[in-house]
Each structure stands twice: as structure tokens, then as C-alpha cells.
């Protein structure tokens, strides 16, 4: 192919999905979508990356000279289809402006179904960092929960080396336990991969310029952080991360996936991360061999849809296969609830035109959850506006505990420097800030009620209702919070609330699933129950909510429920 091929290949299949005309799920469209943004942006100079084309085409083509060394195959070395060229074009073509010898892209995160041909792919790339990307001393580490594991990609590198007399002329040498790059002519390594086991505490003293952790939905962040942290001298470091789906949902594969579905629905910025996750849509039917090839990208090629068809005939048939089909087959993650909120929608009722300003003298709603001591706190502000509820929160959190948090959640400080978050003195919450701020804005606003979830909230509630300020205490349970919860959920979306674009709120809403009850109550909660990610703001904005509708029982909400008791 020549070299603009390739990009016009990604290209298209950026747009073929976008448009619908590929078939596939939400979140491989709003990658093609990003792909088509970053492209017109690219054209502004002043844009701190640019698309180079050659790029692009070389990393694909050196790929396609490889040869196959599993399965049957009609051409004896690889040929890329439209999914692999997206994925491949993007991670080698986005560039940046200012030094175009270093990728955009750092961390790759891909996830699709069993026997997408993932470890082929990487063991490429592996390869072409290796020989082509210009990294002084190259080191390729392959990781992954066991050893065996950790050695499914060296091992197709090494069957490559084997049957490329291409490859060994470029001085790659294929050892039991390590690939070098020994120039003809020389003794001297001046690159290697290896494989290693998951023992983090045994992998000190490594300078990797790219990490391969193979199935990172069952990686834990150990090896990780002992990977990652000794790739800091690195000027072009290379995280892959490829993956079907899984069950541990304190993964690194779940927690990049988190951001990542995060980035491409404009929750937060990383434009370090390229991702593609291919998956089912909520509601899509597994037993629907129609919506397969939305986590199997390659359907036909790998897997054959033959090898599907039994495989989902046998999950129908026998208990216990369903779970397994589902994970493997249709990358469904067990137990990872969707988002409650539609991050479409709630982007869609932001006004970064309002202000608290202009509510000045109206009546208002406040909420609050003040959460763990040394966490995020939260208030909340409802007013109504226009048949409209809007909505302000003001978050906190201690300034001690963000540099031990920046790892989890690295947008802390961006949102404090945007006024959206409050870092306070210390390492715990400050109670007395909060309650400052909530006199203040009883101050300015018609305050109709103050709210508050029980927990460490009695004696901030109790100073403001013993000064006759209309402050109670209610628990957070399936009872208090259906109703609002509900009429958040309805009015988001159907385009009746408002708010003014605040990052950390959204980042919340985007954190946030919900417990649905026999009873039809709902419980909005966290993604996982030790995940770091926080929905302290929606809480905090329910029981505000929650006040209003309490205060306007004679109005008919937006959304009935009789709550007994």
C-alpha cells in the first residue's frame, strides 16, 4: 500500500462507524468521532499535535510484513483489517507538534472478544518499537498475572523472528528467555524484550520504554505501578494494555477503561490515551448473532462465526456457560453497571453561562453529603428557573490528601484551579468552611431547606437548626432517594435541568450506577464499592432535590411514585 493508504483505511473507518455504516457499539463511535475532532483541530496550527500519514503507514506496513504463526491463514503474512489499521494508524500517526519523533499516545487500552487476534497484534507493535521508533536502548517488557501469561506475546515475537530472515537481518536474535537487537557485525544488545512473571517486588532496577500487560482485566495495580514508575526516563514510553473483558473490577484493565469511556464522553481530558472498546450496547441481546461483531470486530476472520454459534448454543444450554459467553464472547464485564446518567444528555443541559450571581434573592434548595473524614465533601444548590431545576454544587476536599490521590483521580488540582473543587487546609474535611459557605448563601438566597445525608453531618446541621436555619438530617436509603433520584434522572433526560458545566459534577455523574429494587425504588452508588471514583456531588444534589420536592409537595413531579411508610 502507499503510505497514505493506511490513513485513508483508519480514516474511513472512523466515519463508516460514526455514520453507522460499520456496525458497532457506542463507545468504538465516539472513538471515531474523537479521531474526526482531533483531525480538524490539527489543522490549527497553534494545535499541540499533528497527523502524520507516513507514520502511520509505516507502523502498518512493517506489521504486515509479518508473518502468521498461528492458525490457517489465506496469505502468509498478516493483513491488517479496517479495526487493527484504526487502532494501529492512530497510536503511530498522531504525533507531537513540537518534537514529531514522539507519539501522541502513550497508553493504549483495546478490549474486544476472545480470539481477536489481540496478541498477534501486539507482539507486532512490540516489534516495531523495538526496530523502528528511534528509542535509545529499547526495552520491551512483557507482564501479565502469570508467567505463562507473560509469555503469549513474547512467544509469537520469537515465532516471527523464526520464520523472518527479514527481521533477523535487522539483528534480532531469538533467545529462550529474551529477544536483542545485536547489530550484524557486533556482539553488543542495543535493545531487548523479555518476558516477566507477576511478581511486582522482583522487578525493581528496570527501565522499560514499553510495557505489554497482556489481559489487563486480571492485573492488579502492583506490577503496574513498579512498570510505569521506572518508564520515567523514557522520552517515548509505550503502555499496551489489550484485554477482553472480566470480573475484577479493581483492575487495571477496569480502572483504564473507566477513564477512558470517561475521555471519549468529554468528562475529562487525557490526551495521552488512545482506547477502543469493543463491546455490546445496553440492551442488546447476546443471543443475537447480529450485534456480535460489536466486541468482535474482525467476526469471520477471527473468530469464525461457526465457532460463535456453538459456543452461544452451548451457553443457552448448559448453566454456568451464559456468564462466561457474555465476558469472553460479547465483552461484557460481570457486575459493572452502566452509567445511570446519560453523559449525552448531561452534557446537553450544560449553560456555562449561569451564575450563583443571578439567583441572587430566589428561593432555594440545599443538599449536602459530607462523606469520610479525609474524602470529598459536597453542597449542593437548586433553584428553579423557567419550569427548570438548576443546579450548583461546590465540592471539597482537603488540599493534604490530593498529591496521594493524583494517581486515582489526577484531575483534582485542574478543577480547584477552575474553582469547581475547594481544597482546604490539612488532611480532613473542614466542617467550619462548609458550614461558612451554607450561612452565606443563607444570606443571599431564599433558603427553603438544607439537607444533609446522616453520616458526620449531626453536628454541622445541628449549629445551623438550633441558629433556627431549616437544616434536618435524613438517611440516604432506597425510601429518601427514589423520588428525587427519579426526577433528576427524568429531567436530565428530557433537557429540564440545568448546570453550568462544572467538570468535577459531571465526572461524578459519569461515576454513577444505580441499585434497581424489586419494589421499583432506585439507589444511585458508586461504579464499585472500593473504586476511587466519587459521586458524593450527586448525592449531595439528590438531597437538594429531594428538599424541592418535599417543599412543593402540591406541584406534580416530573416523575409519581408512592413511597410507603
Known amino acids: 500500500m502507499q503510505p497514505r493508504a493506511y490513513a485513508a483505511l483508519a480514516l474511513a473507518y472512523g466515519e463508516d462507524v460514526v455514520a453507522g455504516r460499520v456496525l458497532a457499539c457506542k463507545w468504538v463511535q465516539l472513538a471515531g468521532a474523537r479521531h474526526l475532532r482531533d483531525l480538524e483541530a490539527a489543522k490549527d496550527p497553534t494545535s499541540p499535535y499533528v497527523w502524520d500519514p507516513a507514520q502511520a503507514a509505516a507502523a502498518c506496513a512493517f506489521i504486515e510484513h509479518l508473518p502468521h504463526v498461528e492458525g490457517t491463514w489465506a496469505t502468509p503474512t498478516i493483513q491488517l483489517e479496517p479495526a487493527q489499521i484504526f487502532l494501529v494508524a492512530l497510536l503511530f500517526g498522531w504525533r507531537h507538534r513540537a518534537d514529531p519523533s514522539r507519539r501522541r499516545f502513550t497508553t493504549l487500552y483495546w478490549e474486544l472478544g476472545r480470539k481477536g487476534a489481540k496478541s498477534t497484534l501486539m507482539a507486532g507493535i512490540a516489534l516495531y518499537h523495538l526496530l523502528k521508533e528511534g528509542e535509545v536502548g529499547p526495552s520491551i517488557i512483557c507482564g501479565a498475572t502469570t508467567g505463562s501469561q507473560a509469555r503469549i506475546v513474547f512467544g509469537i515475537a520469537q515465532q516471527m523472528i523464526t520464520r523472518s530472515s527479514w527481521l533477523r537481518r535487522q539483528g534480532l536474535r531469538s533467545f529462550v528467555n529474551a529477544i536483542c537487537v545485536i547489530p550484524r557485525g557486533t556482539e553488543t544488545t542495543t535493545g531487548s524484550m523479555r518476558p516477566i512473571n507477576a511478581k511486582a517486588s522482583t522487578q525493581d532496577g528496570l527501565n522499560p520504554s514499553c510495557i505489554v500487560l497482556d489481559e489487563s482485566h486480571a492485573q492488579d495495580f502492583e506490577l503496574h505501578d513498579v512498570l510505569k514508575s521506572a518508564q520515567g526516563a523514557r522520552r517515548n514510553p509505550l503502555l499496551l494494555c489489550p484485554t477482553t473483558a472480566g470480573y475484577n473490577q479493581l483492575s487495571v484493565g477496569f480502572a483504564l477503561r473507566k477513564t477512558l469511556t470517561k475521555v471519549l464522553e468529554g468528562v475529562i481530558d487525557a490526551d495521552h490515551l488512545l482506547g477502543l472498546i469493543y463491546t455490546l450496547d445496553e440492551g442488546d441481546d447476546w443471543r443475537d448473532e447480529r450485534v456480535w461483531v460489536k466486541a468482535n470486530p474482525m467476526l469471520g476472520v477471527t473468530p469464525l462465526l461457526d465457532n460463535m454459534r456453538r459456543y452461544c448454543l452451548d451457553a443457552q444450554q448448559t448453566p454456568g456457560l451464559e456468564g462466561e459467553f457474555k465476558v469472553k464472547c460479547c465483552s461484557q464485564w460481570t457486575n459493572?453497571?452502566?452509567?445511570?446518567?446519560?453523559?449525552?444528555?448531561?452534557?446537553?443541559?450544560?449553560?456555562?453561562?449561569?451564575?450563583?450571581?443571578?439567583?441572587?434573592?430566589?428561593?432555594?434548595?440545599?443538599?449536602?453529603?459530607?462523606?469520610?473524614?479525609?474524602?470529598?465533601?459536597?453542597?449542593?444548590?437548586?433553584?428553579?428557573?423557567?419550569?427548570?431545576?438548576?443546579?450548583?454544587?461546590?465540592?471539597?476536599?482537603?488540599?493534604?490528601?490530593?498529591?496521594?490521590?493524583?494517581?486515582?483521580?489526577?484531575?483534582?488540582?485542574?478543577?480547584?484551579?477552575?474553582?469547581?473543587?475547594?481544597?482546604?487546609?490539612?488532611?480532613?474535611?473542614?466542617?467550619?468552611?462548609?458550614?461558612?459557605?451554607?450561612?452565606?448563601?443563607?444570606?443571599?438566597?431564599?433558603?427553603?431547606?438544607i439537607c444533609f445525608d446522616q453520616y458526620g453531618s449531626v453536628q454541622l446541621v445541628g449549629a445551623l437548626y438550633n441558629d433556627g436555619l431549616p437544616a434536618r438530617v435524613e438517611p440516604k436509603n432506597g425510601k429518601t432517594f427514589t423520588l428525587p433520584a427519579r426526577e433528576l434522572e427524568t429531567r436530565v433526560k428530557h433537557g429540564r435541568f440545568r448546570h453550568d458545566g462544572n467538570m468535577c459534577l459531571a465526572w461524578q455523574a459519569s461515576n454513577c450506577v444505580v441499585t434497581r429494587r424489586i419494589d421499583d425504588s432506585i439507589l444511585p452508588k458508586k461504579d464499585a464499592p472500593e473504586s476511587p471514583n466519587k459521586i458524593d456531588a450527586i448525592d449531595a444534589l439528590i438531597m437538594a432535590i429531594g428538599g424541592y420536592l418535599r417543599a412543593t409537595a402540591a406541584v406534580t413531579p416530573t416523575y409519581q411514585m408512592l413511597v410507603v411508610g
Open 336 to 449: 459493572a453497571g452502566s452509567s445511570w446518567l446519560s453523559m449525552t444528555a448531561w452534557h446537553a443541559c450544560a449553560d456555562p453561562t449561569l451564575t450563583l450571581e443571578a439567583f441572587e434573592g430566589q428561593p432555594c434548595w440545599i443538599g449536602g453529603d459530607l462523606a469520610q473524614l479525609d474524602d470529598l465533601a459536597a453542597a449542593a444548590l437548586v433553584f428553579v428557573r423557567d419550569e427548570q431545576l438548576v443546579g450548583f454544587v461546590r465540592c471539597y476536599l482537603p488540599a493534604g490528601v490530593v498529591l496521594e490521590r493524583a494517581r486515582a483521580v489526577p484531575q483534582y488540582r485542574e478543577w480547584a484551579s477552575r474553582g469547581e473543587l475547594v481544597l482546604t487546609e490539612g488532611t480532613m474535611i473542614d466542617y467550619a468552611r462548609i458550614e461558612a459557605d451554607i450561612r452565606d448563601w443563607v444570606t443571599r438566597f431564599q433558603v427553603r431547606d
